[in-house]
């Protein structure tokens, strides 16, 4: 991985790759950080600030249009089929899901507790490639260190995840993963408490107990 994050496949495949997604989604992706569908993260959020936003709707409509013309690299693959079971459960107060009260007080205000998010602000969980792909490695690292949207040009607002590294231990981190891993028709292999503590340790991610990063609610509560 490159800094710690697995760049998801380009090819047409709708579990682990871009088949799900538009040439709308991939030419707002690449001007802005931001699509109907994800948001960028890592070294992608610089190439978008410094570079893509710049490039003229021409120039993004053809790599788009190329980009949509790649095969999937597995003829089986097929989308994702949304499974509204954990949404129906966590709206009737049952959190009895192994990671379920971890996402409900951690996650779900943004993200919510369908998985869906909020188009453009904060991205969709369910069907989601980075939460779906059989590497988990970008997932666990942005749910440890969390992560900013950056703004640009046609997309000024900026909006941050934050960490959770210094909260939540590596077993809490594995639950509340696999939990999204595994909910609203995702289907992706489980992670295991050695892959987080490792990510913790490549990362640099806080420990649990660590002083809280300026500006989250701990730390304001002193």
Same mark, same amino acid.
């Given at each position: 991985?490159?800094?710690?994050?697995?760049?998801?496949?380009?090819?047409?495949d709708?579990?682990?790759?871009?088949? &799900?997604? &538009?040439?709308?989604?991939?030419?707002?992706?690449?001007?802005?950080?931001?699509?109907?569908?994800?948001a960028?993260?890592?070294?992608?959020?610089d190439v978008?600030?410094? &570079?893509?936003?710049?490039?003229?709707?021409?120039?993004?409509?053809?790599?788009?249009?190329?980009?949509?013309?790649?095969?999937?690299?597995?003829p089986?693959?097929?989308?994702?089929?949304?499974?509204?079971s954990?949404?129906?459960?966590?709206?009737?107060g049952?959190? &009895?899901?192994?990671?379920?009260?971890?996402?409900?007080?951690?996650?779900?205000?943004?993200?919510?507790t369908?998985?869906?998010?909020?188009?453009?602000?904060?991205?969709a969980?369910?069907?989601?490639?980075?939460?779906?792909?059989?590497?988990?490695?970008?997932?666990?690292?942005i749910?440890?260190?969390?992560g900013?949207?950056?703004?640009?040009?046609?997309?000024?607002?900026?909006?941050?995840?934050?960490?959770?590294?210094?909260?939540?231990?590596?077993?809490?981190?594995?639950?509340?993963?696999?939990?999204?891993r595994?909910?609203?028709?995702?289907?992706?292999?489980?992670?295991?408490?050695?892959?987080v503590?490792?990510?913790?340790?490549?990362?640099?991610?806080?420990?649990?107990?660590?002083?809280?990063?300026?500006?989250?609610?701990?730390?304001?509560?002193?």
């Open positions: 991985p490159l800094e710690n994050w697995i760049a998801k496949s380009l090819r047409g709708h579990r682990t790759g871009m088949g &799900s997604w &538009s040439e709308a989604d991939l030419v707002s992706f690449l001007r802005t950080g931001r699509s109907e569908r994800s960028v993260f890592g070294g992608m959020s978008v600030v410094h &570079s893509m936003q710049y490039m003229t709707d021409a120039d993004l409509t053809a790599i788009a249009r190329y980009l949509k013309s790649l095969p999937p690299a597995d089986a693959d097929q989308p994702h089929v949304y499974d509204e954990v949404a129906q459960a966590l709206f009737h049952d959190d &009895s899901k192994t990671g379920a009260a971890l996402y409900v007080d951690n996650c779900g205000a943004c993200h919510r369908d998985g869906k998010g909020y188009a453009r602000v904060f991205p969980l369910a069907g989601n490639p980075v939460v779906t792909g059989s590497d988990p490695t970008s997932l666990v690292h749910v440890l260190k969390g900013t949207l950056p703004a640009t040009h046609q997309a000024p607002s900026s909006f941050t995840m934050p960490p959770f590294g210094w909260r939540m231990n590596d077993q809490e981190i594995a639950d509340v993963v696999n939990f999204i595994t909910s609203w028709g995702n289907q992706a292999p489980s992670v295991s408490v050695d892959e503590r490792r990510l913790r340790k490549d990362t640099g991610a806080a420990a649990v107990g660590d002083i809280p990063p300026p500006g989250s609610a701990a730390a304001d509560r002193g």
